[in-house]
């Protein structure tokens, strides 16, 4: 009994710290926040800090290694099979991963420093995609990279772009519109409008 109430501080100190840490970067540059501010925005103090981290990098590093893992653990499963079908199936599981913990996402999505991230998330899908469509297609391996990377980078970016700029549309409404325009391309989406 012991063990899991220590266990549940633990957990519930190191999610303070990264929330901190995330709203920190929505608001500055990585470079310009110290521990302190870390410590003090989670309500700990500084040596707590250091229980767990060396240093903010440290932090970062773990903060990201987790989202991937929660993220590959999300869309593991998702049959990739059926993505060219229907676009709008992925979308919607990743709106609703997005919606989970909208906070975090709109901090960590909205910071300059995300670009590690980004890479990690987009290797994840493309891996998965390109393994689900490699024999669906007659495609060459250079053509379904072009055709995958075209897709994954515009459904990241869409997200992007809407946190950073706050949309009145609804993620919801995003991912129909991102799905249109996965499936068939800037005409269909131009058709699909009018």
């Known amino acids: 009994m012991t063990n899991q109430k220590i266990d549940r501080r633990i957990i519930k100190t190191k999610k303070a710290i990264h929330n901190a840490f995330t709203e920190l970067l929505s608001q500055k540059d990585m470079n310009d926040i110290t521990i302190k501010e870390i ?56 709106t609703l991963i997005i919606n989970n913990d909208i906070n975090f996402y709109s901090h960590f999505l909205t910071m300059e420093h995300n670009s590690n991230l980004m890479t990690k998330m987009s290797n994840s899908i493309k891996a998965k995609l390109k393994e689900a469509l490699k024999d669906k297609t007659d495609m060459n391996e250079q053509q379904l990279n072009i055709m995958i990377n075209y897709a994954v980078s515009g459904m990241i970016g869409i997200y992007q772009e809407w946190f950073q700029n706050h949309q009145k549309e609804s993620l919801e409404d995003i991912s129909k519109q991102t799905s249109v325009l996965v499936l068939l391309g800037i005409k269909g989406f131009i058709t699909d409008k009018h």
């Open 39 to 94: 410590a003090q925005k989670a309500d700990i103090n500084r040596k707590t800090f250091y229980n767990y981290y060396n240093n903010i990098y440290e932090l970062l590093n773990e903060i990201e290694n987790d989202t991937i893992h929660n993220f590959e653990q999300a869309i593991e499963e998702f049959d990739f099979d059926n993505f060219m079908d229907s676009p709008s199936l992925f979308l919607e599981k990743l």
